[in-house]
């Protein structure tokens, strides 16, 4: 395996462990691929690989078989291009001014979202055109060519010329609600634009988009999330296998009776004779603050309610239902794994599994598997 760019802290100095499944990512990998049938599956490592580490997991995917990468910044493609010298690696958030030559010489492709970039690319490469993107906007109001500078380009196609166009691509608002008539709505523009501009391949659905159809499948899909696990199918059993695990280390167990209260602010009280276990595990390391008082971990299979504010280094959990000897200093408490899962970790702070798991500190020790 690969190691990651960022050190990881030793076991026995760390307050949290927190494992990642390579080979649970690359099981992902290709259940996507099988469900594109033909179509060909990029993978979308941006975040640092959603958090989960850019080297290891692309090095994981590229023995899998993918060859094309989507990172969001131009910083992570040439991170990842160190590591993976001939693979296409395409940079989303596209051609910042003053990044032109440090995009040549990486090898890096610009996905370029206005005419404003397409003429800065056509500028800085001359007579001798270098692979690009373009990304056309069809209902994000984020990123992308806007209707007008496509209509721009349909009266004067010449705009394009000397481009090495590889891909076009576009982007789903609403993709992991099927139901949703934008959906329907923005491949209805995705394909106007193909109209406009056919040439290069075309790649129109993110991790959600896939289980929406062959319609939406074009010729490149770009799954992120559900490689790393996550449900791109909220309402329907998830077809993903888990990636990761968070265990933090109990610290000190106390006995509590009333009068007493748990923690900042005095946010949980103490109503009867409890035992309060302290974790080294806090919002410095991307538990959100939200989860006081909301959620829970497990020892040994044993749910333990997590009581009080979480505070920046240490959560604490009722343990007063674990038989004696259980939860002690050492011990380690399950926040995310078979018990309780990320989705639903997310869902008791009021967020989405992204941003739990982009959250995810720099002070746990990170053991990954397989690879
Ligand atoms: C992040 C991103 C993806 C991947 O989306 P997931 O929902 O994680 O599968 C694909 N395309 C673009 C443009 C993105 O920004």
């Known amino acids: 395996m690969i190691k990651p760019s960022e050190p990881s802290i030793p076991e026995h100095l760390a307050g949290a462990v927190l494992g990642i499944n390579l080979d649970a990512i690359v099981g992902n990998y290709r259940t996507l691929c099988q469900n594109l049938d ?30 094309i990468f989507f990172v969001a910044h131009i910083d992570e493609g040439i991170r990842l291009r160190r590591l993976l010298p001939d693979h296409q690696i395409h940079v989303l958030n596209g051609l910042m001014t003053g990044s032109e030559s440090d995009f040549r010489s990486h090898c890096l492709i610009p996905v370029l979202g206005s005419l404003q970039e397409i003429r800065r690319w056509q500028q800085s490469c001359g007579s001798e055109p270098q692979p690009c993107d373009l990304h056309i906007d069809t209902g994000m109001l984020r990123l992308g060519l806007p209707p007008s500078e496509l209509a721009t380009i ?44 056919p040439t290069g391949r075309a790649s129109f659905c993110n991790s959600s988009g896939i289980f929406l159809g062959a319609d939406y499948h074009f010729d490149i899909a770009r799954p992120g999330v559900a490689l790393y696990g996550i449900n791109p199918t909220p309402t329907r059993p998830n077809p993903m296998q888990a990636v990761v695990t968070l265990h933090a280390r109990i610290l000190q167990v106390r006995e509590a009776s009333p009068p007493a ?83 639903q970790l997310a869902q008791e702070a009021d967020t989405i599994s992204y941003e739990i798991l982009t959250s995810l500190g720099r002070r746990y020790h990170r053991v990954y598997k397989g690879g």
């Not at 033909?38 to 692309?58: D, H, I, Q, R």
């Open 261 to 343: 209260h748990v923690g900042y602010g005095a946010s949980f009280a103490i109503c009867q004779p409890s035992r309060v276990a302290t974790a080294a595990i806090g919002y410095a390391d991307g538990i959100p603050r939200a989860l006081s008082n909301r959620s829970h971990g497990y020892i040994d299979g044993l749910k333990v309610p997590l009581i009080g504010r979480i505070s920046m280094d240490l959560t604490t959990f009722d343990v007063s239902n674990t038989p004696a000897g259980v939860a002690v200093p050492g011990q380690w408490i399950e926040l995310i794994g078979p018990n309780h899962s990320l989705e």
């Open 38 to 67: 033909t179509v060909a599956c990029a993978a979308v490592v941006k975040a640092n690989a959603y958090g989960l580490g850019l080297e290891p997991v692309a090095m994981a995917l590229a023995k899998a078989g993918c060859e």
């Open 154 to 197: 349909a009266n004067d196609p010449s705009l394009l010329s000397g481009l090495d166009l590889q891909l076009v691509l576009s982007h789903l608002a609403s993709a992991d609600d099927a139901a949703s008539v934008q959906n329907q709505q923005q491949l209805e523009l995705f394909r106007q634009a193909r109209q406009i501009i």
